[in-house]
Protein backbone atom coordinates (compact mmCIF):
# COMPACT_ATOMS: atom_id res chain seq x y z
CA UNK A 1 0.00 0.00 0.00
CA UNK A 2 0.97 3.41 -0.28
CA UNK A 3 -0.78 7.00 0.89
CA UNK A 4 -1.21 10.04 -0.17
CA UNK A 5 -3.14 13.03 1.89
CA UNK A 6 -6.90 14.06 1.59
CA UNK A 7 -7.72 16.87 3.51
CA UNK A 8 -6.65 17.47 6.95
CA UNK A 9 -6.84 14.26 8.52
CA UNK A 10 -7.83 11.75 5.98
CA UNK A 11 -5.58 9.37 3.55
CA UNK A 12 -6.03 7.60 0.46
CA UNK A 13 -4.07 4.54 0.02
CA UNK A 14 -3.36 2.87 -3.45
CA UNK A 15 -3.61 -1.14 -1.98
CA UNK A 16 -2.76 -4.02 -4.17
CA UNK A 17 -5.27 -6.85 -3.61
CA UNK A 18 -5.19 -10.46 -4.03
CA UNK A 19 -9.11 -10.11 -5.12
CA UNK A 20 -9.75 -6.75 -6.73
CA UNK A 21 -5.97 -5.90 -8.06
CA UNK A 22 -5.07 -2.52 -7.52
CA UNK A 23 -7.70 0.01 -5.77
CA UNK A 24 -7.85 3.41 -3.91
CA UNK A 25 -9.56 3.72 -0.45
CA UNK A 26 -9.73 6.38 1.84
CA UNK A 27 -8.33 6.28 5.34
CA UNK A 28 -10.86 8.61 8.03
CA UNK A 29 -9.35 10.21 10.18
CA UNK A 30 -5.60 8.13 9.75
CA UNK A 31 -3.79 11.18 10.61
CA UNK A 32 -4.69 11.98 14.08
CA UNK A 33 -3.19 10.42 16.75
CA UNK A 34 -5.82 8.12 18.11
CA UNK A 35 -7.21 6.50 15.45
CA UNK A 36 -7.13 2.65 15.20
CA UNK A 37 -5.63 2.40 11.75
CA UNK A 38 -2.56 4.86 12.43
CA UNK A 39 0.46 2.88 12.57
CA UNK A 40 -0.86 -0.32 10.08
CA UNK A 41 -0.83 1.53 7.08
CA UNK A 42 2.73 1.59 6.52
CA UNK A 43 3.77 1.08 2.95
CA UNK A 44 4.99 -2.10 1.96
CA UNK A 45 2.58 -3.78 4.69
CA UNK A 46 0.36 -6.62 3.87
CA UNK A 47 -3.42 -6.07 5.80
CA UNK A 48 -6.77 -7.92 6.23
CA UNK A 49 -9.18 -4.86 5.33
CA UNK A 50 -12.44 -3.96 6.56
CA UNK A 51 -14.16 -1.62 3.63
CA UNK A 52 -17.28 -0.27 3.00
CA UNK A 53 -18.37 0.61 -0.71
CA UNK A 54 -17.90 4.49 -0.53
CA UNK A 55 -19.60 6.95 -2.64
CA UNK A 56 -16.77 7.07 -4.72
CA UNK A 57 -13.94 5.62 -3.25
CA UNK A 58 -14.08 2.38 -0.79
CA UNK A 59 -13.75 3.23 2.80
CA UNK A 60 -10.82 1.14 4.81
CA UNK A 61 -13.08 0.90 8.17
CA UNK A 62 -10.35 -2.09 10.02
CA UNK A 63 -6.70 -3.12 8.67
CA UNK A 64 -5.20 -6.01 10.47
CA UNK A 65 -1.41 -6.75 9.86
CA UNK A 66 -0.73 -10.18 8.38
CA UNK A 67 2.96 -8.96 7.83
CA UNK A 68 4.97 -5.98 8.01
CA UNK A 69 8.46 -5.66 6.56
CA UNK A 70 8.76 -2.08 7.09
CA UNK A 71 11.59 -2.12 9.59
CA UNK A 72 13.90 -3.98 7.18
CA UNK A 73 12.17 -1.56 4.01
CA UNK A 74 13.21 1.66 5.98
CA UNK A 75 17.08 0.77 4.76
CA UNK A 76 17.50 2.90 1.73
CA UNK A 77 18.35 0.43 -1.19
CA UNK A 78 15.72 -1.96 0.15
CA UNK A 79 13.25 1.26 0.45
CA UNK A 80 14.06 2.27 -3.30
CA UNK A 81 13.55 -1.12 -4.97
CA UNK A 82 10.22 -2.02 -3.50
CA UNK A 83 9.61 1.65 -4.43
CA UNK A 84 10.39 1.16 -7.75
CA UNK A 85 8.30 -2.69 -7.81
CA UNK A 86 5.28 -0.59 -6.11
CA UNK A 87 5.74 2.06 -9.31
CA UNK A 88 5.73 -0.75 -12.11
CA UNK A 89 3.04 -2.60 -10.69
CA UNK A 90 0.67 0.33 -10.17
CA UNK A 91 1.45 1.64 -13.37
CA UNK A 92 0.80 -1.95 -15.56
CA UNK A 93 -1.82 -2.88 -13.46
CA UNK A 94 -5.67 -1.48 -14.15
CA UNK A 95 -7.66 -0.70 -11.29
CA UNK A 96 -10.72 -3.30 -9.83
CA UNK A 97 -9.15 -6.56 -11.83
CA UNK A 98 -7.58 -9.20 -10.08
CA UNK A 99 -4.21 -10.53 -10.61
CA UNK A 100 -3.43 -13.56 -8.72
CA UNK A 101 -0.01 -13.55 -9.76
CA UNK A 102 0.88 -10.00 -9.56
CA UNK A 103 -0.13 -10.17 -5.86
CA UNK A 104 1.83 -13.65 -5.47
CA UNK A 105 4.80 -11.88 -7.30
CA UNK A 106 4.69 -8.86 -5.05
CA UNK A 107 3.99 -10.75 -2.00
CA UNK A 108 7.37 -12.91 -2.44
CA UNK A 109 9.33 -9.95 -3.81
CA UNK A 110 8.83 -7.83 -1.07
CA UNK A 111 10.11 -11.32 1.45
CA UNK A 112 12.94 -11.54 -0.91
CA UNK A 113 14.29 -8.02 -0.36
CA UNK A 114 13.44 -7.70 3.24
CA UNK A 115 16.46 -11.03 3.14
CA UNK A 116 18.68 -10.11 0.37
CA UNK A 117 21.95 -8.36 1.40
CA UNK A 118 21.56 -6.66 -1.82
CA UNK A 119 17.97 -6.45 -3.03
CA UNK A 120 18.57 -4.31 -6.18
CA UNK A 121 19.66 -7.61 -7.85
CA UNK A 122 16.66 -8.87 -7.63
CA UNK A 123 14.99 -6.50 -9.94
CA UNK A 124 15.96 -7.89 -13.57
CA UNK A 125 14.37 -11.67 -12.80
CA UNK A 126 11.39 -9.36 -10.44
CA UNK A 127 11.28 -7.28 -13.98
CA UNK A 128 11.01 -10.02 -15.96
CA UNK A 129 8.92 -12.56 -14.34
CA UNK A 130 6.52 -9.20 -14.29
CA UNK A 131 6.46 -9.05 -17.99
CA UNK A 132 5.57 -12.46 -18.39
CA UNK A 133 2.72 -12.59 -16.15
CA UNK A 134 1.36 -9.16 -18.07
CA UNK A 135 1.85 -11.36 -21.28
CA UNK A 136 4.64 -8.99 -22.45
CA UNK A 137 8.01 -11.24 -21.45
CA UNK A 138 10.42 -11.54 -24.83
CA UNK A 139 11.11 -15.04 -25.62
CA UNK A 140 14.45 -15.41 -24.21
CA UNK A 141 15.99 -18.09 -27.73
CA UNK A 142 13.80 -16.61 -30.88
CA UNK A 143 13.79 -13.33 -32.60
CA UNK A 144 11.36 -11.13 -31.95
CA UNK A 145 11.10 -9.81 -35.19
CA UNK A 146 11.08 -13.10 -37.30
CA UNK A 147 10.48 -16.03 -34.78
CA UNK A 148 13.42 -17.59 -35.69
CA UNK A 149 15.39 -19.58 -33.06
CA UNK A 150 18.49 -17.79 -31.97
CA UNK A 151 20.56 -21.27 -31.10
CA UNK A 152 24.05 -20.12 -30.64
CA UNK A 153 24.19 -17.40 -32.60
CA UNK A 154 24.94 -13.61 -31.38
CA UNK A 155 21.39 -11.85 -30.55
CA UNK A 156 21.14 -8.27 -30.21
CA UNK A 157 18.64 -6.58 -27.33
CA UNK A 158 16.08 -4.24 -29.45
CA UNK A 159 14.02 -2.50 -26.44
CA UNK A 160 11.75 -1.08 -29.07
CA UNK A 161 10.83 -4.43 -30.60
CA UNK A 162 10.31 -5.96 -27.10
CA UNK A 163 13.34 -9.09 -27.19
CA UNK A 164 16.46 -10.00 -28.91
CA UNK A 165 16.73 -9.99 -32.97
CA UNK A 166 18.66 -12.23 -34.82
CA UNK A 167 21.30 -11.18 -37.22
CA UNK A 168 18.95 -10.87 -40.49
CA UNK A 169 16.25 -8.42 -38.64
CA UNK A 170 19.13 -6.06 -37.47
CA UNK A 171 20.15 -2.84 -39.65
CA UNK A 172 23.57 -2.34 -39.73
CA UNK A 173 23.34 1.13 -38.71
CA UNK A 174 21.46 0.55 -35.06
CA UNK A 175 23.93 0.34 -32.43
CA UNK A 176 21.95 -2.53 -30.48
CA UNK A 177 24.06 -4.29 -27.71
CA UNK A 178 24.87 -7.78 -28.41
CA UNK A 179 24.63 -10.46 -26.19
CA UNK A 180 27.45 -13.14 -26.30
CA UNK A 181 27.01 -16.62 -25.39
CA UNK A 182 26.92 -15.79 -21.25
CA UNK A 183 24.59 -13.03 -21.92
CA UNK A 184 22.10 -15.35 -23.85
CA UNK A 185 22.58 -18.11 -20.90
CA UNK A 186 21.22 -15.32 -17.97
CA UNK A 187 19.05 -14.15 -20.05
CA UNK A 188 17.49 -17.54 -20.70
CA UNK A 189 17.85 -18.57 -17.23
CA UNK A 190 16.20 -14.80 -15.80
CA UNK A 191 13.33 -15.51 -18.19
CA UNK A 192 12.48 -18.94 -16.62
CA UNK A 193 9.30 -19.46 -15.43
CA UNK A 194 8.37 -19.37 -11.71
CA UNK A 195 10.12 -21.92 -10.09
CA UNK A 196 12.39 -22.45 -12.63
CA UNK A 197 15.07 -20.08 -11.73
CA UNK A 198 16.81 -19.14 -8.08
CA UNK A 199 14.95 -15.75 -7.33
CA UNK A 200 18.65 -14.37 -6.28
CA UNK A 201 20.19 -14.98 -9.91
CA UNK A 202 22.38 -12.20 -10.93
CA UNK A 203 22.23 -10.52 -13.91
CA UNK A 204 25.16 -10.22 -16.26
CA UNK A 205 25.77 -6.09 -16.49
CA UNK A 206 24.41 -6.21 -19.94
CA UNK A 207 21.71 -7.87 -19.09
CA UNK A 208 20.46 -5.98 -16.36
CA UNK A 209 20.79 -2.65 -18.85
CA UNK A 210 19.04 -4.49 -21.24
CA UNK A 211 16.11 -5.29 -18.65
CA UNK A 212 15.46 -1.97 -17.86
CA UNK A 213 15.90 -0.74 -21.14
CA UNK A 214 12.43 -2.87 -21.95
CA UNK A 215 10.43 -2.20 -19.03
CA UNK A 216 11.07 1.48 -20.33
CA UNK A 217 9.67 0.64 -23.28
CA UNK A 218 6.72 -0.74 -22.31
CA UNK A 219 6.56 1.04 -19.80
CA UNK A 220 7.00 4.59 -22.21
CA UNK A 221 9.55 6.11 -20.10
CA UNK A 222 11.58 5.28 -17.10
CA UNK A 223 10.39 4.74 -13.86
CA UNK A 224 11.29 7.70 -11.42
CA UNK A 225 12.02 5.58 -8.61
CA UNK A 226 14.80 4.24 -11.09
CA UNK A 227 16.18 7.18 -10.99
CA UNK A 228 16.22 7.79 -7.13
CA UNK A 229 17.71 4.21 -6.73
CA UNK A 230 20.69 5.26 -8.83
CA UNK A 231 21.06 8.21 -6.93
CA UNK A 232 22.32 6.79 -3.81
CA UNK A 233 23.08 3.00 -4.78
CA UNK A 234 26.34 3.49 -7.70
CA UNK A 235 25.52 0.71 -10.76
ZN1 LIG B 1 14.73 -12.11 -37.10
Known amino acids: MRGRQLGEADRIFTLFTGERGKLDAVAKGVRRAKSHLAGRMEFGNECEFGMHRGRSLDVIVSAHILHAPWSKLVEPERFAVVSLVAELIDAFCEPDLAMPDVYE ?12 PSPRELLPRFSLRLLAVLGLAPPPDACVRCGR ?21 RERWRDLPEF ?56
Open 149 to 169: QLGSNAGWLDAQAGGLIDESC
Open 180 to 235: DARDRENFGALCAPKGAAAPALRATPRVARAVEDLLAHHLGRRPKAGAHLSEFVPG
Open 105 to 116: LLTGMIAAVERS
